[in-house]
């Protein structure tokens, strides 16, 4: 590899027994993923318990976690000593009636190199998010890592664009999108594959727009009447999957960023030079067409 060639890997799995479970099974992972040469890996959202937002249940609130706490703690542990960057989605206890959906970068030595909230929340039946999570006040942010600079986003931010242009702007040459999406396992296979397309498609004009590598990590299996997509992916900056992941089984995705070639392609794709910075002020408004 170039010394601008990072191997990424991507934790596609399913909702486990217990959260100690969970964290064994993901620890047992990312030390195959960095014997394989895996540089910066990443769970899927919420990676540590089944996704509990299906209904409003106040006990659900004893699943967070203090960030940094006990479970940062002993991940910190691991990529300190595989010597890899580390994306972990959770669910943060910040206060008492106070939580988010978070993700916490941990840098190749152990240390935190930042959080981001999950800044738009859904709440759908079936997806009773605005229940658990207040909206994130991070921003939309990159960080500095060992193998270079990263950007996160998760689940429904991926549907909007100024997520991933936010993030991009702040210098991500990789975006990562921690993920639980799927259906309702009573719909129609027709209108299942049309969500799943639409989901995969909408993330696809992040790549090509923000000239960045973009790497979707979603759950599998089905709970409690949803069915997740798995299907998790890897998009070069031409929009183009690199790999995909099954839909119905647990998986690690490895994909080597060429972060060189990323940086000759944008030299020839100016979309961040041709912006027109100076007519954008109506994408502040909520709404600005007629009533």
């Known amino acids: 590899m170039n010394e601008r060639q990072v191997r990424i890997a991507l934790l ?43 209904i409003q249940d106040p006990d659900f609130f004893d699943l967070a976690q203090p960030v940094p706490g006990p479970v940062t703690e002993r991940f910190a542990e691991a990529a300190k000593k595989y010597g890899v960057v580390l994306i972990l989605s ?6 008492p009636g106070l ?4 993700a916490v970068i941990l840098n190749a030595d152990g240390t935190v190199a930042g959080t981001y909230r999950k800044m738009h929340i859904p709440q759908d039946p ?4 605005k229940f658990y999570f207040a909206p994130g006040d991070t921003g939309f942010r990159a960080w500095d890592t060992k193998f270079g600079r990263i950007g996160v986003i998760i689940c429904w931010d991926q549907w909007y664009p100024e997520s991933a242009r936010i993030t991009a702007l702040d210098g991500a040459e990789i975006i990562f999108c921690p993920t639980a999406i799927g259906g309702i396992a009573s719909e129609s296979e027709s209108l299942a594959k049309l969500q799943r397309d639409a989901w995969r498609n909408v993330q696809k004009s992040h790549a090509v ?9 979603n759950r599998v299996g089905t709970e409690y009447g949803t069915k997740f997509w798995g299907s998790s992916f890897v998009l070069d900056y031409y929009g183009n999957e690199i790999v995909s992941g ?8 490895y994909v080597d960023c060429d972060l060189r070639a990323m940086e000759e392609h944008r030299r020839m794709w100016p979309f961040f030079r041709d912006r027109r910075i100076d007519a954008y002020g109506p994408i502040l408004e909520r709404w600005h067409g007629q009533q």
Do not use: M, W
Request: with cysteine; charged share 25%; glycine share 6%.
């Open 12 to 54: 596609q799995d399913t909702a486990r027994g217990s959260q100690e479970e969970a964290i064994r099974v993901t620890l047992e992972k990312i030390r195959e993923a960095a014997e394989l040469g895996a540089k910066i890996i990443c769970t899927q959202e919420l990676f540590l318990t089944e996704y509990f937002c299906r």
């Open 90 to 95: 959770l669910f943060e206890k910040r206060a």
């Open 99 to 102: 939580a988010h959906n978070t």
């Open 126 to 129: 079936g997806f009773e998010e």
């Open 209 to 217: 727009a923000n000239g960045c590598y973009y790497a979707a990590v």
């Open 246 to 253: 099954p839909q119905s089984e647990t998986a690690v995705l």
